[in-house]
């Protein structure tokens, strides 16, 4: 199993990033512009007040390696399902993956939190763990290189789109 921490600094304060990090139109752009996916979209979202959840369908573009990418196979989509709680600044998501959900396991908890200065610091806690026979150090070490491009990018996108 794969657990890993980023620490990423962004230059805008922790409530505009979670404007940002829930907003539709921003995350299209996102997902869609900057990373190149094919598809990223809100099925499902709710708003208490207290906590956002929604559900988010998403066709990743990924550079696989082939022994992957044959296990995977084309139309490969994952769906992501996150609470966001606005009092603690705290989000939590798991992605399920269109093939081979019974052995992938992929999670994290994202923090927000203030920087002296200005700006703020954005935390994220990533499980993976894929139980696939003979690949499946190969898919963990691959995803986590994906997950930290991605938010990596994420947190340079913020900034230039305040």
């Not at 922790?14 to 995350?27: C, G």
């Not at 369908?57 to 989509?77: C, N």
Request: aromatic content about 10%.
């Amino acid at each position: 199993m794969g657990k890993f921490t980023m620490v990423l600094s962004c230059s805008l304060p922790p409530e505009r990033v979670w404007e940002q990090f829930l907003d539709r139109k921003f995350n299209e752009q996102f997902y869609q512009e900057a990373l190149g996916w094919p598809q990223w979209s809100i099925e499902e979202q709710s708003d208490t007040g207290e906590e956002v959840v929604r559900k988010v369908a998403m066709t990743p573009r990924r550079e696989l390696p082939g022994p992957i990418a044959k296990v995977l196979g084309t139309g490969f989509r994952q769906t992501e399902e996150g609470t966001f709680a606005s009092a603690t600044r705290t989000g939590t998501w798991r992605r399920i993956p269109s093939t081979l959900a019974d052995k992938w396991h992929e999670e994290a908890t994202v923090r927000i939190e203030s920087v002296d200065g200005g700006g703020c610091r954005i935390t994220i806690d990533v499980t993976l763990e894929m139980r696939v026979f003979g690949i499946g150090g190969l898919m963990e070490s691959t995803f986590e290189k994906h997950l930290r491009n991605e938010w990596e990018t994420f947190a340079r996108f913020s900034s230039q789109h305040p």
